[in-house]
């Protein structure tokens, strides 16, 4: 059974527009990392942690403080 030669360019056409709609996205995020010199991967979670204790503190002073 022989797919006819219009059939496969369509099929083939449509396989790289996918592969092209599905890795743009990606491709778009690392050139952003490459010219703006951004590594979120390098980032500590100090920041998170650091807003937690503060959380913690806050909570702990209106807990406590007005008895």
């Known amino acids: ?36 010199g951004q590594r979120p991967w390098e980032k500590r979670q100090v920041q998170k942690e650091q807003i937690k204790s503060i959380k913690k503190t806050h909570n702990n002073l209106n807990n406590g403080s007005n008895i």
């Not at 360019?9 to 010219?35: A, D, E, G, H, R």
Request: charged content about 15%; glycine content about 0%.
């Open 1 to 36: 059974m022989k797919i006819e030669k219009e059939v496969k360019q369509s099929i083939v056409k449509n396989v790289l527009l996918s592969l092209f709609i599905y890795i743009l996205p990606i491709l778009l995020m690392f050139l952003t990392f490459y010219f703006t």
